[in-house]
């Protein structure tokens, strides 16, 4: 793992009434070039153009993708990766959200915390993420 993440655990084992297999950590300590992502939603990131779907999975992996690219961008890999902040307009859609956030994040242990909003900047988003990446000294 590229930094010390403290108490990493599987959500198979901490939620087990859910159909969730993530790797997550209860803290991450990290030193380097720290990459602030804004909250990620599915559109295309060349054109700010929404995809063509109301799926929450079909959402959730253009938010990953674009995570993963604007860290790759910047430098960095999803092993950097230390912290998601995951925005949901539907509680009902968190399992099939973090079913297809944790492969993204298979093996990396961020921190990560959850959120049910009434609604996103768009009302066909269903999910935004936002993510913080640290690249090590």
């Not at 998601?84 to 539907?90: I, N, Q, R, S």
Request: glycine share 6%.
């Amino acid at each position: 793992m590229a930094h010390t993440r403290i108490r990493a655990f599987n959500t198979k084992d901490t939620y087990p009434e859910q159909n969730l297999d993530n790797d997550l950590a209860q803290a991450v300590v990290a030193r380097g070039q720290v990459i602030f992502l804004r909250g990620q939603c599915p559109q295309e990131l060349d054109t700010a153009k929404n995809i063509d779907s109301h799926d929450p999975v079909e959402q959730t992996h253009k938010v990953m993708q674009n995570i993963r690219q604007l860290i790759e961008e910047a430098g960095g890999e999803m092993a950097h990766l230390t912290k998601l902040v995951v925005y949901l307009t539907d509680v009902r859609h968190r399992e099939a959200v973090y079913r297809v956030m944790g492969e993204y994040i298979r093996g990396v242990h961020p921190v990560c915390t959850g959120l049910v909003v009434v609604a996103l900047a768009r009302p066909e988003w269903l999910v935004e993420i936002d993510a913080t990446a640290v690249i090590p000294d």
